[in-house]
């Protein structure tokens, strides 16, 4: 079992940033590929960002690359996302992810475990 807390909700005006921290508990959060995925109101959720166990190959949605990073520390069992230039179509509910295997077309179903969520404003 991997039980994912997800940290740093907020509101940011536009243009700037803001990370996000998931802490995960349970023995496998080294074996697993941690993600993030977010759903804005009236949306279906997306998949923004995953990183492999290794913390290498890092996978980004188009609409996010070149303004977010994903990365990990094993050590204290965290995945971030930072989020730089932030934009008002970046206002969503953002999830934490874990799963054996994460990458842009990972179907939401088979993903074994989520947090609850964080909202995230950006306003314009």
């Known amino acids: 079992q991997v039980h994912l807390v997800e940290s740093g909700r907020g509101l940011v005006q536009a243009g700037g940033s803001l990370r996000l921290s998931c802490a995960a508990s349970?023995?496998?959060?080294?074996?697993?590929?941690m993600g993030w995925f977010r759903q804005a109101p009236g949306k279906e959720r997306e998949f923004v960002a995953s990183?492999?166990?290794?913390?290498?190959?890092?996978y980004y949605a188009d609409s996010v690359k070149g303004r977010f990073t994903i990365s990990r520390d094993n050590a204290k069992n965290t995945v971030y996302l930072q989020m730089n230039s932030l934009k008002s179509e970046d206002t969503a509910v953002y999830y934490c992810?874990?799963?054996?295997?994460?990458?842009?077309?990972?179907?939401?179903?088979?993903?074994?475990?989520w947090g609850k969520g964080n909202l995230v404003t950006v306003s314009s």
């Open positions: 992810a874990a799963n054996v295997r994460i990458v842009p077309t990972t179907p939401l179903n088979v993903i074994a475990y």
């Open positions: 990183i492999s166990r290794s913390g290498g190959s890092p």
């Open positions: 349970g023995r496998t959060f080294n074996t697993n590929t």
